[in-house]
Structures are given as structure tokens and as C-alpha cells.
């Protein structure tokens, strides 16, 4: 903005430091280890819900909104105000600015698990131990159970997760006689096919984007991140991330992506016009794309991710998020109860219903879940291929406890590569550099 | 005398009052963030000057910097001089409409940064944005305004557009307080209408000209909005340290460097004072000959 008075200067460069007020002090820097004392009872709880009372959830997670009018109408004296932040890195801005102000703050979040450490680690949300979570063990999958883990702390409670599959176009497929790819060699050689075919059509699209890019390194093997404690390991040279740049420098080259950045406009536009053929995403994907690209409605199919060798059967998780509790939160009892019927009791149902993947193994072993027939994607039963897809994740991987600074500079330096000024390789170079010196600045011991 | 002083304080106390608690209070807590450094592990230390002689050595702060002072040489010059030929035109008396166009030319000002730049994001679209349209209907091949050597002028034509009614206006009023005897005077001399220009009107708006000019300098260094929410549309072309604000920002909510972040904020406060100060002096100089 072209702030036109000098006082407006100071005052814009100011406000930065103004909003920064209430950071200055934590001085505590253990990693939280111990598990904090149940203080709040169920009975606790259930009193707070017939009390009632008002909590203001931040998700950008769409079959929330049923869940929000289900609990309303369970407990008819307590008010949800959800509010749609922005999905992803926009959605930890504003978080983080709430946080830091020390106003505005949410009483319950949504984070993905890739952010929840850092969040965590700057003693940002409330250990769900006080409510006596850890009684929770086993009703989640283990890894989303493990990804809300610090220590012995639960920092959140899985809402879903998000094990990768093929997502994909049928009708234009078909049109352009395109075999859904098992491997990822098809896959290419299917990219180059749907392209030469049509010119404004594209197997998917990619800008850069650092959760894909991890994904996918994640499925080829690579553990570019070692974390211990505040022990941490960046390294982009391992034979599982050259099996992902090998792959798409290629694509990249050949111009055979959609260059449209990832949820903008012009991509579910793309989606919509079948220009984006197709996508490998996390399993959260039915809902959005029911809800984001109504016109794609009984087009889109899922099959298995496609594999690097032929037969195999590896798979990994993008994205996936909990809902946590900010420490500054003003009600945390009702935000608890609010957790808990969300991914744990009815809303949990509620939203596998509705498209959503869930964490807990109840619905993800149900019969009803895994039968369910998905009329936006002709009928096909998607949980099948999904959950099929969650017994499949390679296992080890682990993200940096400052993931979300990382994939917010992945722009800066792997972007790059998509604009053809240097390789994936080299971008992830500097992706690795950047990283890690913002690790040592930050006091991490870092290789 | 005692007494006369203590009725000037009365007088000046609400002010002071206001200007210490959002003006001088701000930056003292700025500078006394900016000597300490937060980690993530490890708390809070105090670093004395160390952010500072780190942001004088920070490739990415120099970047910003250098880009907004290309910005301000290019950009600032080509606005004020569109400025300047519009005022010239609606004061000449001769423009059909002048009150129309003095209006509709300011009208962009009255337009949010944030809707503007929304709304040229949406025309620069090499995609689904009217380049494209364009490039799709003529086969033209309008290169992508968003790419990243193309994108500092994308954002200087937002930049343009937005800010040129409102410093038509500022020499527009210049010209106006311009003593009409002068014009008539003038022309018994038999002086033409280029000739009132050179001699009368532009000697008369060298102060508007200083003034609009610091307000654009200012402006340059602060860069944030359109940058900021071009970045959506072309994540690659826009980096984390694409202008001082940005990467003040960047470093304060994603990075939670906040000690870093008002460091860089002091220091840009500090050259904007500088070069607005320099400008002023060098500009103001020649009027009291």
C-alpha cells in the first residue's frame, strides 16, 4: 500500500512491533515432554456444555459446518462461531497473529500435523492431558495418534487424515483413451499422451507446492528430515527425493503441468473444465472437491497412488489435521467438549458421512464407512481405495518442529525450479540451506 | 512566567499525550524489541546490537531494499509526470468536461489497495484473466505480467493507476492559488500557453511537486499490499523478501523472528526519514533563492 502521510509510515511500520507485543516473554524452551495432570473431569465438561456459553473455532475444513449446527442442536445453549481463516499457511498467519496479539485468539484450531510442533513448541497450545486425553489411546489410527504427540503431551486431536491417492477425471481420461497409471512411469507417459491430445489439458497442476513435494518424497523412501528432540537433520540428497526429482524435472521441462497455483481460483476452475485431469492428494480430497467443484459431479474416480515399481504398494499422507486448543484460548472446557464430539462421538460419524477421512479405526474398520457409494464419483466405493491407502504408509517420516517457516520460504528457493531458473535438485539445495539456518538461528542443533 | 508555561502545557497535553502513547511509545518498544533475539529453543537473550549489524549484512534485506529503490527511480518519476500533464490539462480551462475527468481520474484513490490489486491480478491473468482472454482471441502473445522479471511492473502500473488522481489533485490545488493577474499579465506580454507553463505554473508548483514527491518516496519504501496479495496469484514470482515491508512481515508471523522483524522495521523508518529529509532539502533549496 502506498501509505500517502508521514505519519502513516512509522505508524504501518509500527503496528508490526505493536502486534508483537504480547510475544516478547516465553522464556520456558523445553520441548515438552511430561505429560501435564488430568485437572478437568468429564463431569467438568458436562457441566460447562449445560452451562453454556460461546467458542469461536477457526477450520477451513467443510464438513465442519454440519458437525458446528449437530453439537448446537445437542446442546442448544452453547454457540459456535466458525470461521473459514484460510486454508493452510494464510490459516497459521492469522493464527499466529491472534497468538501473538494475545486477542482474537480461537478457543479451538485446526492444524495440520505437520504444523502442530511448532505450535507445540512455543507453548502455543494447551496439553490435552488436562482433560484426560490420553485415555483416548486407540481410538486413532496410530500415526495420526503419534502426529498430535509430543512427548507425552497430545497438543490436538486428530480430525483426519490424509493417506494419497489418484484422483482423477474419468471423462477426460477416457475421451483422450488415457489407462489410469499404476506407476509413476505411466503416469508421465500418460501426462505427455492427455497433453499432446489437447493442449489446454494437463495430467495435474503444480507450482511448487512443499506438502506435495514432501509427499512424495515421503512414498519414495526419502527421510530428508531427522528430528530428535531439538537434534535436527535436513538433507535433500537421498536416494528418495532423486526418485521424485527424476520424475518431475521431466514434467516440469516438458511443460506437461498446469502452472496454476494449487486452491486459487483458476485451479478448481481447472478442475472444474477438466483442464486438471487429475490430482494426487491427500484423502481429505472427496469433500472438497464435492463441495469446491460442483461440476466435476459424477466425472471423478480414485484409484491407488501410482507406485515406483511396478506391484508395489507404497503410500504416504499428505496433509491431515487436528483441531487444538490455543493456550490462550478463552474457554477451553467448552472447546474440549467441542474436540470431542467432533472427532471423537457423533461429529466423527457426521463427517465421514459427509466425505471426510477419518482418524479414528471405528470408522475407518466400519462397514458402512468402507461401503459407502459416492454418487459425486459415479457411484465408486472411495474408501475402499482410501483406506486401503492408510494400511499402506510407509512408515519413519517425520517433519521439521518448524515445518510451517520451511514450506513458507519453499516458494523462495524451490519455486525457482518451476519458473526453469535451475532444477528441483538444486532449489531443494537451497531449500536445505535455508532451512537449516533458521534452525541454528533458532537454537536448534542442526546438520 | 511560571504560570504562563503551566497554561501552554494545558494546551499541548492531549496532544503529547497521544503522540507518546502511539507514536513515541511504538518505537521505544521497537527498539527495545530489536536488542534481544527470541528463539525457539533457548528463550530470550539480550543481543545488544547484533540485529542490526545482521540486517546490514542480510542479502535479502539488501534485495528489498534495492528493489524498492528501483521501484521509487522508475516508477515515481513516470506517475508524477502523468500527474503533472493532467493537472496541466484540466487547470488549462480548454479540456471539455474537466470537472468529469478531474473525478473520474481521482475516483481509483477512493478504490481499497487490497480490491485494486484483486481486481489487476484478475486482468493480468495469463491463464483465466483477461491477458489471457486476449492472447486466446487475437493469438497475441502478451508475455505473463505476473512472471518475475515482468511482475515489479505489473505492480508499478496498480501503483500508477491508483496514485495519479490523487497527486493530480495536490498540483491541480498547487495551480489553483496561482494569482490569475499573473495569466493576464502574461498574455499582454504576448506569452503563449507553453510559455505560462515554463515561466508561471511550474515555478508555482515546485513546493506541490517536493511535497507529492516525499509522499511517493514514502510510499516506495512502504510497498506491502500489492506484493502481498499478488504473491496468491503468482507465489513464485513474489518472495518472502520481496520488499522491506514483506520481509518484515514474513520474518515476524512465519518466521517468529519479531526482534529481527523490528529491526528491519526501525532501520526502514530510519532511510525513509533519510531520503524524504534529503529530498526536501536538495528540492526546497532552489525556492529561496
Redesign the interface.
Known amino acids: 500500500m502506498m501509505i500517502t502521510r508521514r505519519r502513516a509510515l512509522l505508524g504501518a511500520a509500527l503496528s508490526i512491533t505493536l502486534l508483537a507485543a504480547g510475544c516478547g516473554g516465553s522464556d520456558d524452551s523445553d520441548s515438552g515432554g511430561a505429560a501435564a495432570e488430568t485437572t478437568v473431569s468429564e463431569a467438568d465438561v458436562q457441566a460447562a456444555l449445560d452451562a453454556g456459553g460461546a467458542i469461536k473455532v477457526w477450520a477451513w475444513e467443510p464438513t465442519l459446518k454440519q458437525v458446528v449446527a449437530d453439537f448446537q442442536k445437542k446442546y442448544p445453549k452453547v454457540k459456535v462461531e466458525l470461521v473459514n481463516s484460510g486454508t493452510g499457511n494464510d490459516a497459521y498467519t492469522a493464527l499466529q497473529n491472534a497468538i501473538t496479539a494475545g486477542t482474537g485468539v480461537p478457543d479451538v484450531a485446526q492444524i495440520e500435523y505437520y504444523a502442530l510442533p511448532q505450535y507445540a513448541l512455543a507453548k502455543n497450545l494447551t496439553d490435552l492431558n488436562t482433560f484426560g486425553a490420553s485415555g483416548l489411546d486407540g481410538t486413532f489410527t496410530p500415526g495420526t495418534w503419534n502426529s498430535v504427540h509430543a512427548g507425552e503431551a497430545v497438543y490436538g486431536l486428530p480430525m483426519d487424515s490424509g493417506p494419497m491417492a489418484l484422483f482423477y477425471n474419468k471423462e477426460v481420461f477416457d475421451k483422450h483413451g488415457i489407462a489410469v497409471p499404476a506407476t509413476w512411469q505411466e503416469y508421465a507417459a500418460a501426462a505427455e499422451k492427455l497433453h499432446a491430445a489437447d493442449p489446454k489439458a494437463y495430467i495435474t497442476s503444480d507450482s511448487g507446492d512443499a506438502g506435495f513435494t514432501t509427499s512424495m518424497i515421503w512414498q519414495a523412501g526419502g527421510k530428508p528430515y531427522t528430528v530428535d528432540g531439538t537434534n535436527v537433520g535436513v538433507n535433500f540428497s537421498d536416494p528418495g527425493t532423486q526418485k521424485f526429482t527424476g520424475l518431475w524435472q521431466p514434467l516440469i521441462d516438458k511443460k506437461l503441468l498446469n502452472p496454476v497455483p494449487g486452491w486459487s481460483d483458476g485451479w478448481y476452475q481447472g478442475l472444474a473444465d477438466g483442464t486438471i485431469a487429475s490430482l494426487v492428494i491427500g484423502a481429505w480430497m472427496p469433500a472438497n472437491l464435492e463441495s469446491g467443484v460442483k461440476a466435476g459431479n459424477g466425472k471423478w474416480r480414485v484409484a491407488p497412488m501410482p507406485q515406483w515399481e511396478a506391484g508395489g504398494k507404497a503410500t504416504s499422507e499428505n496433509g491431515g489435521s487436528s483441531i487444538a486448543i490455543p493456550e490462550k484460548a478463552a474457554n477451553k472446557t467448552l472447546a474440549y467438549a467441542f474436540l470431542k464430539y467432533a472427532t471423537v462421538d457423533e461429529g466423527a460419524a457426521t463427517r465421514a458421512a459427509n466425505g471426510a477421512f477419518p482418524a479414528t479405526t471405528k470408522e475407518l474398520g466400519s462397514t458402512e464407512f468402507l461401503g459407502k457409494e459416492f454418487p459425486y464419483f459415479g457411484g465408486q466405493k472411495v474408501n475402499e481405495v482410501l483406506a486401503a491407502s492408510a494400511g499402506q504408509v510407509v512408515p519413519g517420516w517425520s517433519y521439521l518442529p518448524f515445518q510451517v517457516y520451511a514450506n513458507s520460504i519453499y516458494g523462495d528457493t524451490v519455486g525457482k525450479a518451476y519458473l526453469g531458473q535451475g532444477t528441483l535438485q538444486d532449489g531443494l539445495k537451497s531449500w536445505q540451506d535455508a532451512s537449516v539456518k533458521y534452525g541454528q538461528e533458532q537454537g536448534f542443533t542442526v546438520k | 512566567m511560571t504560570r504562563r508555561s503551566w497554561i501552554g502545557w494545558g494546551f499541548t497535553g492531549p496532544f503529547l499525550a497521544v503522540f507518546a502513547l ?2 513515541l511509545a ?2 521505544a ?2 527498539a527495545y ?1 530489536s536488542v ?1 533475539r ?7 537473550t539480550f543481543v545488544g546490537l547484533e540485529n542490526y549489524t545482521k540486517a546490514l549484512s542480510d542479502p535479502q534485506f539488501w534485495e528489498a531494499l534495492t528493489r524498492v529503490g528501483l521501484f521509487l527511480v522508475i516508477q515515481v518519476p513516470i506517475m508524477l509526470f502523468l500527474a503533472l500533464l493532467i493537472a496541466l490539462a484540466i487547470d488549462s480551462g480548454r479540456l471539455y468536461g474537466a470537472a468529469f475527468f478531474r473525478i473520474s481520474i481521482f475516483l481509483p484513490y477512493a478504490v481499497p ?1 487490497v480490491v485494486a490489486t484483486l481486481m489487476w491480478g484478475f486482468m493480468y ?1 495469463s ?2 484473466g483477461l491477458v489471457g482472454n486476449l492472447n486466446e482471441s487475437f493469438g497475441w502473445a502478451i508475455p505473463d505480467p505476473l ?2 522479471d515482468l511482475i515489479l511492473t505489473a505492480i508499478g502500473n496498480i ?1 500508477t493507476w ?2 495519479v488522481g ?1 497527486n493530480m489533485i495536490i498540483l491541480y490545488s498547487g495551480l489553483r492559488v496561482v494569482d490569475t493577474a499573473l495569466y493576464e499579465a502574461a498574455a499582454i506580454d504576448g506569452a503563449g500557453q507553453f510559455r505560462i507553463i515554463r515561466a508561471i505554473k511550474l515555478p508555482a508548483l515546485r513546493g506541490p511537486l517536493v511535497v507529492a514527491t ?3 518516496i ?9 506484493p502481498q496479495i499478488l504473491d ?10 520481496f520488499t522491506p ?1 514483506v520481509y ?3 520474518l ?7 526482534n529481527y ?2 529491526t528491519i ?2 532501520i ?2 530510519v532511510v ?1 526519514m533519510l531520503v ?1 529529509y534529503l529530498f526536501q532539502r536538495r528540492g526546497m533549496r532552489g525556492a529561496e533563492r
Open positions: 502511539v507514536f511504538p518505537i518498544y521497537s524489541l534481544f527470541t528463539q525457539l529453543v533457548g528463550g530470550t489497495a491473468g491463464r483465466i512472471a518475475p501503483v491508483e496514485f490523487y516525499i509522499f511517493s514514502i510510499g516506495s519504501f512502504q510497498l506491502f499490499n500489492e496468491t496469484l503468482a507465489p513464485n514470482s513474489i518472495t518472502t523478501y515491508n518484515a512481515y514474513q515476524s508471523f512465519a518466521g517468529q523472528q519479531v522483524s523490528a522495521a526501525l526502514m523508518g525513509t524524504a
